[in-house]
């Protein structure tokens, strides 16, 4: 492990305490989950670290971690909270720097060394009403970017980006989440920021039963069905990508493990969005 994933690693050991502590169901999701069935931990060249949990758990998730985790050292960036826009939460590392490549509109925007924590929701049975809540969870991450600061020279993405702006975030959301769906055949993570439908549709039972999977020196949940699961996220998820396809696994521009977020603000200002990833530290 490098040293961030170090840091990620004992982060992800406090998470998983204040689960198991308050009984919630969480699981290693997306790359970490291929990383635990892969690799037995990290992916070498990946440099974050994703949970997932149902709707439920997760709202208990945060309101417990609030309460359970070092608020002198964590921070808890919850969904559409004041100066955090986006569609899921993140645990946040203070006093250190993890900088992604985009420059915030908010500068009181917490920019530390963070967990990706998403919510995966119910999947309504009917396909078209399905497809309805992909598109609203299209309009809902538009939303989120705009106000975030995402970047693009996408001419198409900036005129929808700039459509979805002006339209009311809450109606969309409650279509994509269907909350009032007990339990339905199927389950989504449209709002973990999945471009295709087919690769962000599950089985419920994929998250219904996981099993303690070795990564790194600790065990931690994984789906008892990661074979399946990882198989609709990734295809041949157990071939070896060539070095030209692992770049897309780097989100990070500004990374210092014991500098606060803040010292790179002005620097943050003039980087290049597509410029080399490099530590500080």
């Known amino acids: 492990m490098n040293d961030h994933q170090k840091v990620l690693l004992a982060m992800l050991k406090d998470l998983d305490k204040v689960c198991r502590d308050n009984h919630i169901k969480y699981m290693l999701f997306s790359?970490?989950?291929l990383g635990a069935v892969r690799h037995h931990g990290f992916i070498p060249w990946d440099d974050d670290l994703?949970?997932?949990m149902m709707r439920a758990e997760y709202e208990r998730f945060l309101d417990a971690a609030e309460k359970g985790m070092d608020?002198?050292?964590?921070?808890?960036?919850?969904?559409?909270?004041?100066h955090w826009p986006m569609q899921f939460s993140k645990i946040r590392l203070n006093n250190t720097a993890c900088i992604e490549k985009f420059r915030a509109k908010d500068p009181l925007m917490h920019q530390g060394v963070y967990i990706d924590v998403f919510p995966c929701d119910n999947l309504?049975?009917?396909k078209p009403a399905g497809l309805l809540q992909f598109a609203a969870s299209k309009v809902v991450i538009a939303k989120c970017l705009?106000?975030?600061?995402?970047?693009?020279?996408?001419?198409i993405k900036q005129a929808f980006m700039q459509l979805c702006r002006i339209l009311p975030l809450r109606p969309f959301f409650e279509i994509c989440k269907r909350s009032g769906d007990v339990k339905t055949r199927k389950v989504h993570t449209f709002l973990g920021g999945g471009s295709k439908y087919g690769?962000?549709?599950?089985d419920r039972k994929y998250f219904e039963e996981s099993v303690e999977m070795i990564f790194e020196d600790g065990e931690f949940p994984v789906s008892a069905c990661a074979d399946e699961m990882?198989?609709?996220?990734?295809?041949?998820y157990m071939r070896i990508p060539d070095v030209s396809e692992r770049n897309c696994k780097e989100h990070v521009e500004i990374l210092d493990l014991d500098t606060d977020y803040t010292h790179y603000l002005e620097t943050q200002k003039t980087m290049k969005i597509h410029g080399v990833s490099k530590s500080i530290r």
């Open 230 to 236: 990882l198989t609709v996220m990734y295809g041949n």
């Open 199 to 202: 690769r962000s549709v599950f």
């Open 124 to 126: 309504a049975d009917s």
């Open 71 to 82: 608020r002198e050292r964590y921070f808890i960036q919850r969904e559409y909270s004041e």
């Open 146 to 155: 705009y106000s975030r600061g995402y970047e693009t020279s996408s001419c």
């Open 31 to 33: 790359g970490t989950a």
């Open 50 to 52: 994703d949970v997932v």
